[in-house]
């Protein structure tokens, strides 16, 4: 299994501390975080990239998917939303995934504001990232 959440966890949590030292992440999420701006990143695919196969080792590349969660309250949470995404949209996309969706998600009692992102990439076992 090629895995490169840890990395891309650590490197867009830095970055987003950078532009808001208020943010709280995780590697899992969570409706009810204990804290607001919160970012959630998390690998949610990882499978054999087919045309990669070869006769001496299946897994040489990945088919990587990432889904990145941002929630924010407050009079500002909209822009605040979008404002964080945009720094894990930075990244992602410089690193070479491609987003693939992003859309606001309803609050039942919309007191939150939350944004849903899904980056995919072909990851090779050198961890090396491919557009597909």
């Known amino acids: 299994m090629i895995n490169n959440a840890s990395e891309i966890f650590t490197r867009i949590t830095t970055a987003l501390e950078t532009a808001d030292?208020?943010?709280?992440?995780?590697?899992?999420?969570t409706n009810s975080?204990?804290?607001?701006?919160?970012?959630?990143?998390?690998?949610?695919?990882?499978?054999?990239?087919?045309?990669g196969v070869d006769s001496g080792d299946i897994e040489n590349f990945?088919?990587?998917d990432f889904?990145?969660?941002v929630i924010a309250t407050g009079n500002t949470k909209m822009?605040?939303?979008?404002?964080?995404?945009?720094?894990?949209?930075?990244?992602?996309?410089?690193?070479?995934?491609?987003?693939i969706i992003m859309t606001p998600m309803q609050?039942?009692?919309?007191?939150?504001?939350?944004?849903?992102?899904?980056?995919e990439a072909v990851v090779g076992k050198d961890l090396k990232v491919y557009r597909r």
Request: charged share 25%; aromatic share 14%; glycine share 6%.
């Open 67 to 69: 889904e990145i969660n």
């Open 21 to 29: 030292s208020s943010v709280k992440t995780s590697s899992v999420y």
């Open 33 to 51: 975080p204990s804290s607001y701006p919160f970012v959630s990143i998390e690998m949610i695919g990882d499978g054999v990239y087919e045309n």
């Open 79 to 99: 822009s605040k939303c979008y404002k964080l995404l945009g720094v894990a949209d930075d990244f992602m996309k410089s690193i070479g995934f491609t987003r």
């Open 107 to 119: 609050d039942q009692n919309e007191t939150k504001y939350r944004l849903l992102a899904r980056y």
């Open 62 to 64: 990945a088919n990587i």
